[in-house]
């Protein structure tokens, strides 16, 4: 028994060295638009993180949280796009947020393009945050975005 416990615990609780380095992941940012001339003044951080978490929730997330498995994805997909550009990670970013909008959203609400962009935050030496965007999306048609 102490021999496949000795196997398990590396797996259940990986050591932080395995990393080289560990990086703030960018924040995804999204802001309706009412026609392509417009300047996006008022973003929103897609899928903010709660301030606190009940444990019971924080225990059912251990088990099922394939939200929080999507959200994982859109980080990588963002990482990308910061370090290598590509069509398909701006495409999946924006499917999601559209989907997100249209759940969420009445339709009164919608606006005909989406726009999102990524944010990194740091802590300047005053203590204050600084946030640096490093991609800023063209904006897109929502109409054509929801229906895909």
């Known amino acids: 028994m102490l021999s496949l416990l000795k196997l398990l615990l590396p797996a259940l609780m990986p050591s932080w060295r395995f990393f080289q380095s560990v990086d703030p992941s960018p924040r995804v940012e999204w802001a309706l638009l009412n026609s392509l001339d417009d300047v996006a003044v008022q973003w929103q951080e897609f899928r903010p993180r709660p301030q606190n978490l009940p444990l019971r929730a924080m225990a059912q ?5 394939p ?9 990588s997909c ?12 701006e495409q999946e970013i924006l499917r999601r947020i559209s989907a997100e909008i249209a759940r969420s959203l009445p339709p009164a609400c919608h606006l005909p393009l989406l726009q999102f962009r990524l944010v990194f ?3 300047g ?10 991609y800023q999306s063209e904006p897109q ?3 054509g975005l929801i229906a895909a």
């Open 61 to 65: 997330r251990l088990l099922w949280n």
């Open 67 to 75: 939200r929080w498995n999507e959200s994982l994805f859109l980080v």
């Open 78 to 89: 963002a990482e990308r796009l910061t370090l290598v550009p590509t069509l398909h990670s």
């Open 121 to 123: 935050l740091d802590r």
């Open 125 to 134: 030496e005053d203590g204050g945050i600084i946030k640096a965007v490093t």
């Open 141 to 143: 048609p929502l109409a």
